[in-house]
């Protein structure tokens, strides 16, 4: 009856007042938290080690405790109306309480473990970090399976609540919510990224020089605002975006042969060799620092396993900012690095 005490203040409020916690099956809960993730019952099936059949069952189930829909089908995926999103936290939450309590009494092993975890990288951290994570999880964690889910800014809130993400790597300002931990694993210097053989690759970049020129926006929506924007503004300034790009893959290939200006975090620097013909120059004036945070849900805290990959996420990054320092010194970046910014 372990389990049933641990959820039965958040059960009290889901079910019925007539209805007893005692008689509820918590395998339920579970169901729908894999359905929520999967957003598929031949996935969920697979995942909980059940027929389909049996998930359906389960979700016919759940429909009568909940008195709701609670999933309609959507093509080949089952939707969550708006009254399972609003259950998915708590339930989410009282499983993971579950977790916790049990784990406690129990050692996490890495290299045993079968969990299936799910990590938010932006296009920006998928580039920068994917490679050395996989590697890394596929050598600490061998039996386990990784899923990188690319993500927005504007997404972090409802995938970390709705329990689709375990935790997200943002390297964009995002707004703390309730009930979210962010923690800032560091900060990238905002530069200029020209290609080249530019003339804008010659010489550190003037300030006149910077606003004559054409610029390509990087943003996910093709209406957000850059931070090079917020800060031009302060100075009265603006600059001419010619074209917006919805994320930094294609960079060398948009950048070659022109003379535009686009903006990169030097977390960049270290996959920008010569063969990509981009080179990194400071800004003419200061910009802010991109903040690298990684965000998860409060109630995840106490759980091993996710405290586990927050510090496989927070060696990796540690490990990057080493090679991206070391690759700042042998650059030729460094030659105008300590450039004061131009003010012509």
């Not at 996420?313 to 690759?327: A, V």
Request: charged share 20%; hydrophobic share 40%.
């Amino acid at each position: 009856m372990m389990q049933s005490n641990i959820v039965c203040e958040n059960m009290s409020e889901f079910c019925g007042a007539g209805m007893n916690v005692d008689n509820v099956d918590l395998n339920l809960l579970r169901v729908f938290d894999v359905l929520m993730r999967e957003t598929s019952v031949t996935k969920a099936a697979v995942r909980l080690g059940k027929t389909q059949s049996a998930i359906s069952h389960s979700l016919s189930k759940l429909r009568h405790l909940f008195k709701d829909e609670l999933f309609s089908r959507d093509g080949g995926l089952m939707r969550p109306t708006p009254r399972a999103i609003e259950l998915a936290s708590d339930i989410a939450g009282a499983l993971s309480t579950i977790r916790a309590t049990i784990d406690r009494h129990q050692t996490f092993d890495p290299l045993e473990t079968r969990r299936n975890f799910r990590i938010g990288l932006t296009d920006y951290h998928s580039i920068a970090f994917i490679q050395g994570m996989i590697q890394e999880f596929a050598k600490r964690a061998p039996k386990a399976t990784l899923n990188v889910i690319p993500i927005s800014a504007s997404e972090v809130h409802t995938l970390i609540h709705s329990r689709h993400l375990d935790c997200a790597l943002i390297g964009t300002s995002v707004s703390d919510g309730p009930n979210l931990l962010r923690i800032e694993l560091g900060q990238d210097r905002l530069l200029c990224a020209v290609w080249s053989g530019s003339k804008l690759a010659r010489e550190p970049i003037s300030l006149d020089a910077y606003l004559a020129a054409k610029h390509i926006q990087i943003s996910a929506d093709g209406h957000s605002e850059g931070l090079a924007d917020l800060a031009l503004r302060e100075r009265g300034l603006s600059r001419t975006v010619t074209a917006t790009i919805s994320n930094y893959l294609v960079i060398p290939w948009v950048l070659r042969g022109t003379e535009f200006i686009t903006h990169c975090g030097d977390g960049l620097l270290p996959l920008l060799d010569e063969k990509s013909g981009v080179t990194l120059v400071m800004p003419p004036l200061p910009l802010p620092n991109v903040r690298v945070s990684l965000i998860l849900h409060q109630q995840l805290v106490a759980d091993p396993t996710v405290n586990w990959l927050r510090e496989q996420i927070t060696n990796i990054y540690s490990r990057w900012e080493i090679e991206k320092k070391d690759m700042l010194f042998k650059s030729n970046f460094m030659k105008w690095h300590s450039a004061p910014y131009a003010t012509e």
